[in-house]
């Protein structure tokens, strides 16, 4: 009887520590991420910033695998289960970047042959800084012309007489 015992304090001694060991790594591989990420804030260079969302996303990859192998028992399943589970989703992922890609060269397609449609992102627009005032000098202007011609109105509705008297 002690024997079985033993046995069950050993298995889950050997369960706790596989369980710590993957979420050091889990740990580990968060922290690399967000160190890269704030990294490659501060950078210019096109391609080293494509190169670390690259790696962040192996990464991420990397973390979804402990994820499911450990957390979800797919680690210990038969084949045959995990393949039922895996090649859903990679389908799944493959038509999300499918209607991302489609999505994308409808967009651009439509911005080049339909100007009317042009997104607002896409358009470049400069100001200089008097014309900005001047601009705004206008604009609080025309608002009180547009206050002085709304109260003559108001007033002149109030003083006419009715064009047509009513026949009862």
Do not use: C
Request: proline share 2%; glycine share 2%.
């Amino acid at each position: 009887m002690s024997h079985s015992h033993l046995d069950h304090e050993a298995h889950n001694a050997e369960a706790i520590a596989e369980i710590k060991k993957v979420t050091i790594i889990l740990s580990v591989f968060t922290v690399i991420e967000l160190i890269l990420g704030f990294w490659m804030i501060s950078m210019t260079s096109v391609g080293l910033k494509l190169a670390i969302k690259g790696t962040i996303v192996i990464l991420m990859m990397a973390k979804a695998f402990y994820i499911v192998a450990y957390f979800m028992h797919l680690k210990h399943e038969v084949k045959n289960l995990i393949m039922t589970i895996i090649v859903p989703l990679l389908l799944f992922v493959w038509f999300i970047g499918a209607f991302l890609w489609d999505g994308n060269s409808f967009r651009n397609l439509r911005n080049d042959y339909d100007t009317y449609f042009k997104e607002q992102a896409t358009i470049k627009v400069e100001k200089k800084e008097e014309d900005h005032e001047a601009v705004k000098h206008e604009a609080t202007d025309a608002k009180h012309e547009d206050a002085e011609a709304k109260h003559e109105t108001t007033d002149a509705k109030h003083d006419a007489k009715p064009a047509v008297e009513p026949y009862y």
